[in-house]
């Protein structure tokens, strides 16, 4: 069988690997490099963790999906746990939702926060989660790792720097009028793919800006930042995250009040304003935070379908499914995702398992 995957990112490379392990033919065609820098799923790094309070479904998908990182290739899965600042009634919920899942936790107090992370400062009085198993997957390293799979691969085709004009039924038609037809086509562009869908479909899909800082930890604060699990939730005003550097890797600082709609896709640099509110959003969590430890400030873009808020996967012709990537979700279910792709495609009666990369 013959597959075309339209996209770059995790989604479409991840599929791609489960369809080439089970014998099919791939082509992989996206409008930049292989991976693409510009995706939605490119980063330094991902949290990856089990928690979502008040959703048991999707606490027990992630924590399937969490289980399936430290297998996807040497080194790209880092254990770090996860902190998550709660308000207090919400505790004892976290916790038990995680037991349902066999994921181990441990409520930190105020003074336990104080005393393990004199680095941080939380706001006063909170307590928070931390989920021991949660971690951090290399994500750059991850898409790369997945697309040498894929070219050493005998049944796995990368056409680069490729815009795809149309997906009509499973015929994908390039720019410049080459034509690559398949048995079954997976749409998967990311923010680009509204252009490549239904109208009525692409009307329902909402355009996000996500900005974040990548810095640099002074030297004496490294080895304290050695030992800190990555932050999900500071707890504070703002909805500011982040991600601890591990491998190489700088401290990435986002935040919920950096993401918002837009109607346009307006290139990866981060605005002047966006990035001092990032910095003035975390300045009270990092005692000493200050321009000077920005190495990169940059922007990135995903889809929401607009009913409901997330993902979205749909049928649009026969044998052709697109996919509608929601922000950091997309690279944490990923390993679930592609293996529920890649059996609809192929019309597979089960999943196949993730295999390695390494």
Same mark, same amino acid.
């Given at each position: 069988?013959?597959?075309?995957?339209?996209?770059?990112?995790?989604?479409?490379?991840?599929?791609?690997?489960?369809?080439?392990?089970?014998?099919?033919?791939?082509?992989?065609?996206?409008?930049?490099?292989?991976?693409?820098?510009?995706?939605?799923?490119?980063?330094?790094?991902?949290?990856?963790?089990?928690?979502?309070?008040?959703?048991?479904?999707?606490?027990?998908?992630?924590?399937?999906?969490?289980?399936?990182?430290?297998?996807?290739?040497?080194?790209?899965?880092?254990?770090?746990?996860?902190?998550?600042?709660?308000?207090?009634?919400?505790?004892?919920? %976290?916790? #038990?939702? =995680?037991?349902?899942? /066999? &994921?181990? @936790?441990?409520? +930190?107090? !105020?003074?336990? $926060?104080? *005393?393990?992370?004199?680095?941080?400062?939380?706001?006063?009085?909170?307590?928070?989660?931390?989920?021991?198993?949660?971690?951090?997957?290399?994500?750059?390293?991850?898409?790369?790792?997945?697309?040498?799979?894929?070219?050493?691969?005998?049944?796995?085709?990368?056409?680069?720097?490729?815009?795809?004009?149309?997906?009509?039924?499973?015929?994908?038609?390039?720019?410049?009028?080459?034509?690559?037809? %398949?048995? #079954?086509? =997976?749409?998967?562009? /990311? &923010?680009? @793919?509204?252009? +490549?869908? !239904?109208?009525? $479909?692409? *009307?329902?899909?909402?355009?996000?800006?996500?900005?974040?800082?990548?810095?640099?930890?002074?030297?004496?604060?490294?080895?304290?930042?050695?030992?800190?699990?990555?932050?999900?939730?500071?707890?504070?005003?703002?909805?500011?995250?982040?991600?601890?550097?591990?491998?190489?890797?700088?401290?990435?600082?986002?935040?919920?009040?950096?993401?918002?709609?837009?109607?346009?896709?307006?290139?990866?640099?981060?605005?002047?304003?966006?990035?001092?509110?990032?910095?003035?959003?975390?300045?009270?969590?990092?005692?000493? $935070?200050?321009?000077?430890?920005?190495?990169?400030?940059?922007?990135?873009?995903?889809?929401?379908?607009?009913?409901?808020?997330?993902?979205?996967?749909?049928?649009?012709?026969?044998?052709?499914?697109?996919?509608?990537?929601?922000?950091?979700?997309?690279?944490?279910?990923?390993?679930?995702?592609?293996?529920?792709?890649?059996?609809?495609?192929?019309?597979?009666?089960?999943?196949?398992?993730?295999?390695?990369?390494?």
């Amino acid at each position: 069988m013959r597959i075309v995957m339209v996209g770059g990112g995790v989604i479409a490379l991840l599929t791609a690997v489960q369809c080439v392990s089970a014998g099919h033919e791939v082509t992989v065609v996206d409008q930049g490099d292989i991976p693409n820098p510009a995706a939605g799923s490119f980063d330094r790094q991902r949290v990856v963790r089990a928690l979502h309070l008040g959703d048991a479904a999707a606490t027990a998908a992630a924590a399937r999906a969490l289980a399936l990182w430290p297998g996807a290739g040497a080194g790209l899965f880092r254990r770090t746990g996860a902190l998550t600042v709660l308000p207090d009634a919400d505790l004892p919920r %976290a916790q #038990a939702a =995680l037991a349902g899942v /066999g &994921a181990a @936790s441990a409520v +930190l107090g !105020p003074a336990e $926060l104080a *005393a393990r992370f004199a680095h941080l400062r939380f706001p006063e009085g909170a307590s928070a989660v931390l989920e021991a198993g949660a971690g951090i997957v290399l994500a750059d390293r991850a898409l790369a790792a997945f697309a040498d799979r894929l070219r050493a691969h005998p049944f796995a085709e990368l056409l680069p720097h490729r815009r795809v004009d149309a997906v009509r039924g499973t015929a994908v038609h390039l720019a410049g009028g080459e034509v690559l037809r %398949a048995d #079954a086509v =997976l749409v998967a562009a /990311g &923010a680009w @793919s509204r252009p +490549l869908l !239904p109208p009525k $479909l692409a *009307a329902e899909l909402v355009l996000h800006r996500q900005s974040q800082l990548h810095c640099r930890v002074p030297p004496a604060d490294a080895p304290a930042w050695a030992s800190t699990p990555t932050v999900p939730s500071l707890g504070t005003v703002g909805g500011a995250w982040l991600v601890v550097p591990v491998a190489g890797t700088p401290l990435k600082l986002s935040a919920s009040a950096a993401c918002r709609v837009v109607s346009t896709l307006d290139g990866q640099e981060t605005p002047e304003p966006w990035r001092r509110r990032l910095l003035d959003l975390h300045a009270p969590a990092i005692p000493g $935070l200050s321009e000077d430890w920005v190495l990169e400030a940059r922007d990135s873009y995903y889809l929401t379908h607009a009913p409901t808020g997330g993902p979205l996967t749909v049928p649009i012709g026969e044998r052709v499914l697109a996919h509608a990537a929601c922000g950091g979700s997309s690279f944490k279910f990923a390993p679930l995702i592609a293996q529920s792709l890649a059996a609809r495609l192929t019309g597979a009666a089960r999943p196949t398992a993730l295999r390695g990369v390494s």
